[in-house]
């Protein structure tokens, strides 16, 4: 019987792998993300299944994104590079994502089940229901993106 290492088996792993090769950038990223596991964990008294811990790594990566124009912006190079590194690092841990045709098909195919033909007002009820489908591997911002090429 074959079985496969958890998320979080995966994390420790890596810590440690990263702590012999002296890798000090994905050290620390494995480790921020491990306590911000942890800290889920304790908040919601509840232990994380590989979805949990994939939603919270997607929040990391989504919190660094966020702060990449400002340290752009700044001229802060050296931040903006850790940055970069620390997002390439988590998105290993995550589910690979889909590329904009495949987005674009599950789209038009929640449209088509819900009856939307087009129209900024059906936005909402559109995000809503392909959210949830493509949770973990698209991007949110993309598909709002996609979903308001769609609705014109």
């Known amino acids: 019987m074959v079985t496969t290492m958890g998320l979080k088996e995966r994390l420790a792993n890596d810590y440690k792998e990263a702590m012999k ?6 050290k620390n990223t494995v480790s921020f993300a491990r306590a ?3 800290q889920h964990e304790v908040d919601s008294r509840t232990e994380l299944d590989d979805a949990g811990i994939t939603a919270v ?5 989504k919190m660094r994104k966020d ?3 400002d340290f752009e912006k700044a ?5 903006s590079d850790a940055y970069k590194r620390e997002i390439q690092i988590l998105t290993e841990y995550l589910p690979a ?7 674009k098909a599950v789209v038009e195919e929640t449209a088509a089940e819900l009856g939307i033909e087009g129209g900024k007002q059906n936005m909402g009820k559109l995000i809503g229901a392909v959210m949830p489908k493509l949770k ?10 996609i979903i308001e090429e769609r609705l014109g």
């Open 136 to 145: 973990g591997a698209a991007d949110g911002s993309r598909v709002r993106k």
């Open 97 to 103: 994502q889909l590329t904009d045709e495949e987005i």
């Open 21 to 26: 090769a002296k890798d000090e950038i994905k």
């Open 36 to 38: 911000a596991i942890k």
């Open 57 to 61: 790594l997607s929040k990391q990566v």
């Open 75 to 79: 001229g802060r190079t050296d931040l």
């Open 67 to 69: 702060a990449l124009p």
